[in-house]
């Protein structure tokens, strides 16, 4: 069993900063795909940022340039770094982690965290 569990959401204004991490703990060989999602009621959990374990990044469009995702490896941990914060960003942000365990692979999610951005 794993867990993925978040720290560093909270309330901020338009424009401000807030970095959110993650850390896995738990039966661990070897984590793939790293990333963040978030969700907002009434609608899908969409993707935000993902990191392959190489260090390869993927973002949302609506992130790009003002979010940025990180890993390390050796912690087994993800981060997001989130500039200019804008009100639509508002949502329950989840962290993700693919795990590897050589013959099957496996998912888990974080429990979210709240990032609210007033305008």
């Known amino acids: 069993q794993v867990q993925l569990v978040e720290s560093g959401g909270g309330l901020v204004q338009a424009g401000g900063s807030l970095r959110l991490s993650c850390a896995a703990s738990g039966r661990i060989f070897s984590i793939a795909n790293m990333g963040w999602y978030r969700q907002t009621p009434g609608k899908q959990r969409e993707l935000v940022a993902t990191?392959?374990?190489?260090?390869?990044?993927n973002y949302a469009t609506s992130v790009k340039g003002r979010f940025t995702i990180s890993r390390d490896n050796a912690k087994n941990t993800v981060s997001l770094q989130m500039n200019s914060l804008k009100p639509e960003d508002t949502a329950v942000y989840y962290c993700?982690?693919?795990?590897?365990?050589?013959?099957?692979?496996?998912?888990?999610w974080g429990q979210g965290t709240q990032v609210t951005v007033s305008s």
């Open positions: 990191i392959t374990a190489g260090g390869t990044t």
């Open positions: 993700h982690g693919r795990f590897d365990y050589g013959t099957y692979i496996d998912d888990y």
